[in-house]
């Protein structure tokens, strides 16, 4: 970890600060800022990447499918399909395809003002890609509906659309587990309130956890 900043600050006081700004951070992203601001796709041959273990979409009555991929690591993985709309109820159907587009697992959230949620769980018994479908059929009473999809167990997000070889496995994030969700690689930037800058390399991160 490097640190950059404007005058001194003891050892201490900066091992305690970083402690406390690690925190700060990680508890936001596993509350308000954990969704991940991604366009959902509509072709399922192009699905888009799980970039975090949370991301949203969006619908406004229309018939709409959304398609979004992640990596299955070999054990259980827990989806949970969350929506809510701002007037009136709809049914939003949720599919696990695999790549050849064949079912694994299907169920339905019934969407409505108060906000609805329903999971499913899946054991696999080999590292795979898997597709998540989201189906909302026309429904002209509905003029807005939000929707958030969350995986957890033994879940990989993708590194994008065109990530190969390294570029994937360098930009890929566990959903779950020891590192929350950061990114693999890359340089995690924190300040705090006195200007005092931060730098940690994420890929020397090996266990992170948020302190009360």
């Known amino acids: 970890m490097s640190k950059v900043k404007s005058g001194s600050v003891g050892v201490g006081r900066q091992a305690r600060a970083t402690r406390m700004l690690v925190g700060v951070v990680f508890a936001l992203s596993l509350s308000t800022g954990r969704a991940a601001a991604q366009e959902p796709s509509t072709d399922r041959k192009n699905p888009t990447p799980f970039a975090s273990n949370s991301v949203e979409g969006e619908y406004d009555g229309d018939a ?98 065109g990530a190969t070889g390294g570029q994937a496995a360098a930009a890929q994030t566990t959903a779950t587990g020891d590192r929350m969700c950061l990114p693999a690689s890359g340089t995690l930037m924190l300040v705090t309130k006195t200007g005092e800058s931060y730098e940690i390399d994420l890929s020397q991160v090996v266990k992170a956890s948020v302190k009360n």
């Open 64 to 161: 709409t499918t959304h398609y979004w991929r992640f990596t299955a690591g070999k054990g259980e993985v827990k989806l949970t399909a969350t929506a809510k709309t701002k007037d009136y109820s709809t049914l939003m159907d949720v599919e696990l395809l695999d790549e050849a587009g064949r079912s694994l697992e299907k169920f339905s959230v019934v969407a409505n003002a108060s906000g609805r949620s329903e999971s499913r769980a899946r054991t696999f018994v080999r590292r795979q890609p898997v597709i998540v479908k989201v189906f909302m059929r026309e429904d002209r009473d509905i003029k807005h509906l939000k929707y958030e999809l969350e995986l957890a167990g033994a879940v990989e997000a993708d590194g994008g659309a």
